[in-house]
């Protein structure tokens, strides 16, 4: 068997002739392809254009829709520690004091209501959720608790790429949802985010901020009068026409990916469960068209060491990885987290499977009798090296 990545890229012919045919246009900044990508994804996730404003990254949405908080100093934003550093990076450069909270269980690696609501205080200004692994968080009570202290939500769509929540998609339930096309997501542009809102106003800041704080952008201007406003400072966090060709051709099949994803994870867990190996399977009795199987987590028993789990699988030449360390467990953001115990306990427990539409049956059938093997080898004897 050859060597299995944890992932492989999706880019096939007709990705290429798009890219192609943007640089044909002879423009290759910010332009029509991008205004054609945000109306593109905004009919995917069914909702309208002016909602959505494309930009270079994730992190960048995120470091926007931050910075148009006017954080001050100790105003509070709570997020979970079991998420991607940008999440406490741009709270941080944002000028706001970040709070880490817990996940629900050993079951739901989404963030915990309950761990929210002991986290909140006159200071929260805003709370960020991860919709973990491409699953929904408890929507129906964060949005309660939304509602009873008012703070502003802010969704890490980044794996719910595309899940829904009562047939509404996840990014569109709180006052903002923001979206990475980073080449391991289920669609990508290599490097590219997208923000959406119903709230127009904060749009139409986000639009400006993305552009240097410029009243229009250029091709806007191209049309009327070149002449420009700054209306306040901005950045340059535009995507460029390039990733946004890219990004059109991507969403043209990523319905199809996850579907692909969906089998490939129902078969793992029927696998597993049927085969009573010993590892725990969050999010076990979701399975379903609503969400984006962007992930496969699983969770190692108490024995077992999860660097020898890893390197068992990497001597048969299959890749594993994790998400995340959790951000408490880096010393300069220890200082966020307190009383974070099912965080604590999977930190090193945690594993991601291989799984992208691309994984072939052979190579999906070898990663689970490797899993097989393992267990039968070493539940007994966790410690014989390899
Ligand atoms: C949960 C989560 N949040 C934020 C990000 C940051 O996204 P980007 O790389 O587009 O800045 C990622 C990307 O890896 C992510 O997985």
Redesign the pocket.
């Known amino acids: 068997m050859k060597q299995i990545p944890f992932f492989s890229l999706n880019v096939d012919h007709k990705d290429k002739k798009a890219i192609m045919r943007s640089l044909n246009n002879n423009w290759l900044t910010m332009g029509s392809q991008t205004l054609i990508f945000e109306k593109k994804f905004a009919e995917l996730i069914k909702t309208s254009k002016v909602n959505c404003v494309a930009t270079s ?6 470091h926007m829709t931050l910075l148009s908080l006017n954080l001050k100093k100790d105003d509070e934003v709570i997020l979970p520690s079991l ?2 550093v ?2 406490i990076n741009t709270v941080i450069f944002a000028g706001g004091k970040p709070v880490l909270a817990d996940v629900n269980s050993y079951s739901d690696l989404t963030i915990s209501p309950e761990s929210i609501e002991k986290k909140i205080t006159k200071k929260t200004k805003a709370v960020i959720i ?1 919709h ?1 692994a491409g699953y929904e968080c408890d929507m129906k009570k964060i949005l309660d608790l939304k509602k009873k202290y008012k703070f502003f939500l802010i969704e ?1 769509a ?2 719910a790429l595309v899940s829904r929540y009562k047939k509404t998609y996840l990014g569109l339930l709180g006052d903002v949802g ?1 979206f ?3 080449s ?2 289920n669609m990508t542009t290599g ?3 997208m923000i959406v809102s119903k709230n127009k106003k904060f749009l139409y800041n986000m639009r400006s901020i993305r552009n240097h704080g410029i009243s229009k952008s250029l091709i806007e201007r191209n049309k009327s009068i070149l002449s420009y406003n700054i209306i306040k400072p901005g950045l340059n966090y535009r995507i460029d026409d390039l990733r946004s060709s890219l990004g059109i051709s991507q969403i043209k099949k990523l319905k199809r990916n996850n579907l692909k994803r969906m089998m490939i994870a129902k078969k793992y867990k029927s696998f597993i469960i049927r085969n009573k190996i010993d590892v725990g399977i969050p999010f076990q009795k979701k399975i379903g068209f609503d969400y984006s199987y962007h992930l496969f987590p699983i969770i190692l028993p108490p024995n077992i060491n999860r660097d020898h789990f890893m390197k068992f699988f990497k001597n048969d030449g299959i890749q594993l990885s994790f ?1 995340y360390i959790p951000i408490h467990k880096f010393k300069i953001f220890k200082k966020y987290g307190k009383n974070l115990k099912f965080t604590d306990y999977i930190s090193n427990k945690l594993v991601s499977l291989p799984l992208h539409a691309d994984l072939g049956k052979k190579q999906q059938d070898y990663i689970l009798k490797t899993l097989y093997k393992y267990f039968k080898r070493f539940k007994k004897n966790p410690q014989i090296s390899l």
């Open positions: 990254s994730c992190t960048a949405s995120l998420t991607f940008a999440d991860v973990y890490d980044c794996h923001v990475s096309f980073y391991n997501k490097e590219g985010g998400h």
